[in-house]
């Protein structure tokens, strides 16, 4: 993979964990939706004008262009597990700023997780 890939491959990881991250503090701001509620016009308008939500979504559609950039370089079978650096984000992130508990167990996946993306990465 060169440089240039791997700076793609690595930019699309860190904007989709940059959108799930926005749209789980979204989420938070407006409570557990249900599907009943998922059909309201007033409950998606309530989650959908939240800024997190609106800076989300925009990390979502960046990120796709960077990730078809990223395609266009790099086999899938190399590219898509890369995907799994977004857990190590994510849950450093999710522990910062939403103050969500990590248990032992769950940085020990995320462990096994990133061994596997090193190994795939050497491959």
Same mark, same amino acid.
């Given at each position: 993979?060169?440089?240039?890939?791997?700076?793609?491959?690595?930019?699309?990881?860190?904007?989709?964990?940059?959108?799930? *991250?926005?749209?789980? +503090? %979204?989420?938070?701001? /407006?409570? $557990?939706?249900? =599907?009943?509620?998922? #059909?309201?016009? !007033?409950?998606?308008?309530?989650?959908?004008?939240?800024?997190?939500?609106?800076?989300?979504?925009?990390?979502?559609?960046?990120?796709? *262009?960077?990730?078809? +950039? %990223?395609?266009?370089? /790099?086999? $899938?079978?190399? =590219?898509?597990?890369? #995907?799994?650096? !977004?857990?190590?984000?994510?849950?450093?992130?999710?522990?910062?700023?939403?103050?969500?508990?990590?248990?032992?167990?769950?940085?020990?996946?995320?462990?096994?997780?990133?061994?596997?993306?090193?190994?795939?990465?050497?491959?």
């Amino acid at each position: 993979m060169t440089t240039y890939a791997a700076i793609l491959v690595l930019s699309g990881v860190i904007l989709n964990a940059l959108a799930q *991250l926005l749209l789980k +503090m %979204a989420t938070n701001k /407006v409570g $557990v939706i249900e =599907a009943s509620s998922a #059909l309201s016009l !007033g409950a998606m308008s309530a989650l959908f004008l939240q800024w997190p939500m609106i800076l989300g979504l925009f990390c979502y559609g960046f990120s796709l *262009l960077i990730w078809l +950039m %990223a395609l266009s370089r /790099v086999d $899938v079978t190399l =590219a898509y597990p890369m #995907l799994a650096i !977004g857990y190590v984000i994510n849950a450093f992130a999710a522990q910062y700023f939403l103050n969500e508990p990590v248990s032992l167990q769950r940085w020990v996946a995320i462990g096994v997780i990133v061994l596997g993306v090193a190994l795939l990465a050497r491959s």
